[in-house]
C-alpha cells in the first residue's frame, strides 16, 4: 500500500516561494509519474504539473512561468516550488501518483498541505 | 487547453436514489476520463479510470460511462457515504484539467 505523506512551510508573505515536498512509501516510487494539485478554499480542484522518473515535467500553462517539479529518486521524493505567490495561491496543496500504463489517473494521493499566503 | 464541464454544480437526493452526473469534454478525449470523490475534509480518492473502469475497494454501485466527448457517473443506491464532490479530470493530455466538481447533497 503506497503512502505519499507532504510536507513544507504553510504560511507564506507575498513574493515568497512556496516550497513542498512529497514522500512516497510502501510501493516502488520508478514505475509512477508524480502530480501536485491544489484547491482555493471553496473551490475545485487545480492541476499544477507533474514529473516523471526521468524528469520531464509538465505544467499547467498559467503557473509555467513560477512553477518547478523536481524529484529525488535517491530519497523516494518529489517536490514544488511557487516563486512569486500571492493570495490568489492561497490553496490546499496535494500530491498525487500517476498511474501511466493504458490509461492515466490519479490513483493515491497526500493528505494536503494547507498554503496560506498572507502580508 | 481541453476544458472540462460538468452538470449540474448540485443536487440533492435521498438514500436509496439513483444519481447521474454528466461531464463534457470541449474535444476529444478518448477514454482518458477518470472520476474522483472528495468528502469534506478529505483528500480526493479515485472513484472511476479509464471511463468506465472501477479501482479495488471502489462499491459496484458506481459506475461510469462514455459517448464521444460526454461522460457520466452513475450511483445506484445512494449511501450515506456517498454525499460529497464528484470531480472529472481529462488526462488525454497536459494540463490533465478538471471539471468544477458536482456537490451531492442530502435531501
Known amino acids: 500500500q503506497v503512502l505519499l505523506q507532504q510536507w513544507g512551510a504553510g504560511l507564506l508573505k507575498p513574493s515568497e516561494t512556496l516550497s513542498l515536498t512529497c514522500g512516497v512509501s510502501?510501493?516502488?516510487?520508478?514505475?509512477?509519474?508524480w502530480s501536485w494539485i491544489r484547491q482555493p478554499p471553496g473551490k475545485g480542484l487545480e492541476w499544477i504539473g507533474e514529473?516523471?522518473?526521468?524528469?520531464?515535467?509538465n505544467y499547467d500553462p498559467s503557473l509555467q512561468s513560477r512553477v518547478t517539479i523536481s524529484i529525488d529518486r535517491s530519497k523516494n521524493q518529489f517536490s514544488l516550488k511557487l516563486n512569486f505567490v500571492t493570495a490568489a495561491d492561497t490553496a490546499i496543496y496535494y500530491c498525487?501518483?500517476?498511474?501511466?500504463?493504458?490509461?492515466?489517473?490519479?490513483?493515491?494521493w497526500g493528505q494536503g498541505t494547507p498554503v496560506t499566503v498572507s502580508s | 487547453d481541453i476544458q472540462m464541464t460538468q452538470s449540474p454544480s448540485s443536487l440533492s437526493a435521498s438514500v436509496g436514489d439513483r444519481v447521474t452526473i454528466t461531464c463534457r469534454a470541449s474535444?476529444?478525449?478518448?477514454?482518458?476520463l477518470n472520476w474522483y470523490q472528495q468528502r469534506p475534509g478529505k483528500a480526493p480518492q479515485l472513484l472511476i479510470y479509464?471511463?468506465?473502469s472501477l479501482p479495488s475497494g471502489v462499491p459496484s454501485r458506481f459506475s461510469g460511462s462514455a459517448s464521444g466527448t460526454q461522460f457520466a457517473l452513475t450511483i445506484n443506491g445512494l449511501q450515506p457515504e456517498d454525499f460529497a464532490t464528484y470531480y472529472c479530470?481529462?488526462?488525454?493530455?497536459?494540463?490533465?484539467?478538471f471539471g468544477p466538481g458536482t456537490k451531492v447533497e442530502i435531501k
Open positions: 498525487a501518483r500517476a498511474t501511466d500504463f493504458w490509461s492515466y489517473y490519479l490513483d493515491s
Open positions: 510502501g510501493e516502488s516510487f520508478s514505475d509512477y509519474q
Open positions: 514529473i516523471n522518473l526521468g524528469g520531464t515535467t
Open positions: 474535444q476529444s478525449v478518448n477514454t482518458y
Open positions: 479509464a471511463a468506465s
Open positions: 479530470q481529462q488526462t488525454y493530455t497536459s494540463p490533465r484539467t
